[in-house]
C-alpha cells in the first residue's frame, strides 16, 4: 500500500492559478506540476471537506478547476478529535485563532494517521518554528504528526 498524502488547499491552488510573474510563486506552480504530473501516483492522495470549501472560494474559473483537480481524491472526515486537536494548537498560541482552519489541516490529518501533509502554507503549516511544539501536543493526544512538507520536499530523487 502507498503512502497517504493529504493534499492541502494551497497545493491544489498552486496548480489552478493564473501563471505569476513572481517568480517565487512562479517556481512554486512549476514544483507544484512537477509534483503532479511525477510523482502523485506514488502516493495515496487525500483531502477534507475543509480543503472543498476553500477550493470553493474565490474566481469562479479557478473554482471550477480547482474542483476539478480534486474531483474524486478520497475525503477524510472532520472528526471531533480533529477539532479537538485544531483547538489545543490555536490554545497553545501556536497559531492566531483566524488561522484555525489551518490547524484543522494538520489536526485532520494527524488523526488520520496520514504519513505527509503536502502544502505551500509555510506561515502557519509547514513552519519549522511552529512544528516542533506542534509535534509535542499531537504526542500529549497520543497521536503522531506526519511529515509536513512541501511538493518540492517530496519531489524524489528523479528530478
Known sequence: MSARAYIETSMVSYLTARPSRDIVAAAHQQISLEWWEHRRLDFELCISQLV???AQRGDPERVRQRLRIIDGIPL???TESAQEL???IVQEGLLHRTAF??????????????EYLLTWNCSHIANAEILPRVATICERHELVLPFVCTPEELLGESQ
Open 86 to 88: 485544531a483547538i489545543s
Open 101 to 114: 482552519p489551518d490547524a484543522l489541516h494538520i489536526a485532520i490529518a494527524t488523526v488520520h494517521q496520514v
Open 76 to 78: 477524510l472526515e472532520v
Open 52 to 54: 472543498v470549501d476553500e
